[in-house]
């Protein structure tokens, strides 16, 4: 399946799926760059935004204070 690409007032753009996944990546981080957002429907792209959450890093456990030799 393939992916599309948008961005306000420019074009729907289709990334092909099978084509090298070295190259894939490099384009979507091109479009990123520019300002494009994953959408699911080309017909209707602007009420099918992927919204994708900023990523939290995970709390650290605390460790336990070691109690204290003799």
Do not use: H
């Not at 007032?9 to 090298?20: A, G, L, N, T, Y």
């Not at 384009?27 to 099918?48: H, M, Q, W």
Request: hydrophobic letters at 25%; a positive charge; glycine letters at 2%.
């Amino acid at each position: 399946m393939a992916q599309y690409w948008y961005k306000k007032d420019k074009r729907v753009k289709r990334i092909p799926e099978q084509s090298d996944d070295r190259d894939v990546i490099q384009r979507i981080k091109d479009l990123k760059a520019k300002g494009y957002v994953k959408v699911l429907d080309r017909r209707n792209p602007e009420d099918t935004i992927v919204k994708q959450p900023k990523r939290t890093p995970k709390p650290r456990k605390k460790t336990k204070a070691r109690a204290k030799k003799k």
